[in-house]
């Protein structure tokens, strides 16, 4: 069974920082893309990063290019979003994702197959 569960979510004053985990189990890790997704009350569900543990590759979206970072413990299976310099308007439900894929950008981002619950992630003023 795929289970993919994040955590590490809570809430944080602007400026401050959280680590998000997405932990992966039921697949074969180096075999999928884990992105990342956010969606604040309201709005459409937004993605946010994405690696690929096979080629290395990551990719960010605009909204947070520069603050957070992604990155990969293939030994634990599990994937994190280093979030820095949060913002108010970073307030959202974060999820994890994996797809089948080698190669990850924008374009694997609608490809996700798999999705855990989300973690919830407040930013105060």
């Known amino acids: 069974e795929v289970q993919l569960v994040e955590s590490g979510g809570g809430l944080v004053q602007a400026g401050g920082s959280l680590r998000l985990s997405c932990a992966a189990s039921g697949f074969t890790f180096d075999d999928y893309v884990i992105g990342w997704f956010r969606q604040a009350p309201g709005k459409e569900r937004e993605g946010v990063s994405c690696i690929s543990s096979s080629d290395g590759s990551t990719y960010y979206a605009n909204s947070v290019k520069g603050r957070f970072t992604i990155s990969s413990d293939n030994a634990k299976n599990t994937v994190y979003l280093q979030m820095n310099s949060l913002k108010p308007e970073d307030t959202a439900v974060y999820y994890c994702?994996?797809?089948?894929?080698?190669?990850?950008?924008?374009?694997?981002?609608?490809?996700?197959?798999?999705w855990g619950k989300g973690t919830l992630v407040s930013v105060s003023s």
């Open positions: 994702a994996a797809g089948a894929l080698v190669h990850c950008s924008i374009y694997s981002l609608p490809l996700m197959e798999y």
